[in-house]
């Protein structure tokens, strides 16, 4: 069983900074890649950003400039620093670990973390 939790999140003025990390546990053997999602209401659910175990990381273009995803490979977490907050990035962040376990490649999902912005 793989547990993925968020933490962080919470309640900004817009052009004001949040940061989120999420730790991942259990039966992962190797991380493939981590990635932080969001949520808006009445919207679908949209990446962000993504950092794969290679090193490379991707971001959305609405967020590029403005939010950067790091990991700490010892201690199976990824960040996520958000700067320059817009109330459109309010939404509920989650986060996701793809890697392999006994059962081959899975993904794992936190709770999610309400970020909002506002104006």
């Known amino acids: 069983q793989v547990e993925t939790v968020e933490s962080g999140g919470g309640s900004v003025q817009a052009g004001g900074s949040l940061s989120l990390s999420c730790s991942t546990s259990g039966s992962i053997d190797r991380i493939v890649a981590m990635a932080w999602y969001r949520q808006a209401p009445g919207k679908e659910r949209e990446l962000v950003a993504v950092t794969t175990s290679g090193g490379s990381t991707n971001y959305a273009d609405y967020v590029e400039g403005r939010f950067t995803i790091s990991r700490d490979n010892a201690l199976n977490t990824v960040y996520l620093q958000m700067n320059s907050l817009k109330p459109e990035d309010t939404a509920v962040y989650y986060c996701?670990?793809?890697?392999?376990?006994?059962?081959?490649?899975?993904?794992?999902w936190g709770q999610g973390t309400q970020v909002t912005v506002y104006s």
């Open positions: 996701n670990v793809r890697g392999y376990s006994g059962y081959g490649l899975i993904d794992s």
